[in-house]
Each structure stands twice: as structure tokens, then as C-alpha cells.
């Protein structure tokens, strides 16, 4: 399912009738081209990093951050690999073979295109959430991984593992995610989201995971687990 499909389903709306969007590049950091689309919101409520997955792009994925909270603040940045002409965060080597070691460069890269955003939209400490889907939700759940100082907070998908046997060094204490996943999901496969809901509760992070019935996507019943996730204040508090 591309982010236009998905999108769609979860939302109702068209995916490219989002209005109020700003596309920018980042200006000002050393070797960084970044096409992204920024929109300001509520100085009450969080900043939804929105990652898209593969063969959609920064603009489809917004209206899923609408769907989630109209008032937030919405940074979604494009990704940076390309596959048979479809968008990607990272390498993959086959159908659920990823790059790992792209995939720690690119999560590396996140982190820091999160910190130029901070600076550059003036968002200060508020409250960063990424929301993921398929290979935007695996980017996402590496970096919270690999980079905690730059990112506590995910709501994931159809995401799964994304680091393989890669030793890791990081204690999560401060880390909360939202797995939400499908019981035949045959592209992030259930074991691999317990895998990463193991791994990520070994090393202190606050883990929810909601599963349901079928495949790879976003379900209403998904939308509604993050709704709820959301409402807590311990998600949403800076």
C-alpha cells in the first residue's frame, strides 16, 4: 500500500488536497538538500514528524498527521534513496533485506535533519512525535533506536525490526512507541514487530502494541489506537 492509499483510507480525503503547506529545502547546514514540507501549528500541541513510505512522499503523508492532530505542528521530510523510481529512508537488498549499515547512515541523518528543523522553525523543546508507515515507520523506529536525544517518541505503522543482529548501546528510559501491525502482515511479518517491541523494552522504552486483523496498511482501528495513544499527556507534554 503506497502513502496515497493510505492516506486515503485512513483519512477519506484525497492525498494531494492539503492545503497550507509550505515545501522547502533546508538552507544553512553544511551538504544538506533536504526537500520537505513544513506547516506550523498549535504552539500547544506536538510536532508530528511525518515519514512517509515507500513509492509516497512528504506531501501524500500529511493527511494523516490531520487525521491525528489538525492543530500539530507537521515537519515531514522527503526520503532520500530511490528504488525503481519509488521514494525509500534506506537500502534494501530484497524484499525484508535491509542495509543495515544505510540504515544506521540514514537514521544518523534524521537526527540530524531533526535538530536543523528545531533551530531553524524555532520549535524550542516542544513535544517531537514521528509517525511512520512501512519504511517511514522503520526509519523511525531506528532512529529512537540508535538516537534517543533526538527522538523519544514514534508512532509506528506496519513497521518492524530495522536493524538486524546490529549491536546496540542505548538505554531508552525517556523512549515511549505506539507498534500498531497486522497479524498477516506478509511485508513487516509479526514477528519482527515483536522482535522490535522486545528489543525496544529490553532497553527501558514504554512500549503499546495493538494488533488486528489483515494485512500491511493503516486501518480505522489503527488510526483510533493512535488517537488514544495521543490523548495521554505523558505523549504529548514536553
Do not use: K
Amino acid at each position: 500500500m503506497s502513502d496515497h492509499t493510505a492516506a486515503e483510507a485512513a483519512t477519506g480525503l484525497p492525498a494531494d488536497q492539503t492545503p497550507g503547506l509550505t515545501v522547502g529545502t533546508p538552507a544553512g547546514l553544511p551538504d544538506l538538500d533536504w526537500p520537505h514540507v513544513y506547516r506550523a501549528g498549535s504552539p500547544a500541541a506536538p510536532v508530528l514528524l511525518m515519514l512517509h513510505g515507500t513509492g509516497g512522499n512528504e506531501q501524500e503523508i500529511v493527511n494523516l498527521a490531520d487525521a491525528l492532530d489538525p492543530d500539530a505542528t507537521v515537519l515531514a521530510p522527503r526520503g532520500r534513496v530511490t528504488e525503481g523510481g519509488m521514494l525509500r529512508w534506506f537500502r534494501r537488498l530484497a524484499e525484508g533485506v535491509f542495509d543495515v549499515d544505510d540504515v544506521v547512515r540514514r537514521s544518523g541523518e534524521l537526527a540530524g535533519f531533526i535538530a536543523w528543523a528545531r533551530q531553524r522553525y524555532d520549535l524550542g523543546e516542544r513535544r517531537l512525535i514521528a509517525v511512520g508507515f512501512s519504511n517511514g515507520a522503520n526509519i523511525a523506529l531506528a532512529t529512537a533506536l540508535l538516537h534517543p536525544e533526538a527522538l523519544d517518541r514514534v508512532i509506528a505503522f506496519s513497521g518492524m525490526f530495522p536493524l538486524d543482529d546490529r549491536e546496540l548501546g542505548t538505554d531508552l528510559p525517556r523512549t515511549s512507541v505506539l507498534l500498531l501491525s497486522g497479524r498477516t502482515d506478509p511485508m513487516a511479518p509479526l514477528a519482527r514487530a515483536v522482535r522490535v517491541a522486545g528489543v525496544l523494552t529490553a532497553r527501558g522504552a514504554q512500549v503499546d502494541h495493538e494488533l488486528r486483523d489483515g494485512g500491511h496498511g493503516i486501518a480505522a482501528t489503527d488510526v483510533a489506537a493512535a488517537l488514544a495513544w495521543l490523548a495521554r499527556p505523558a505523549q504529548t507534554g514536553a
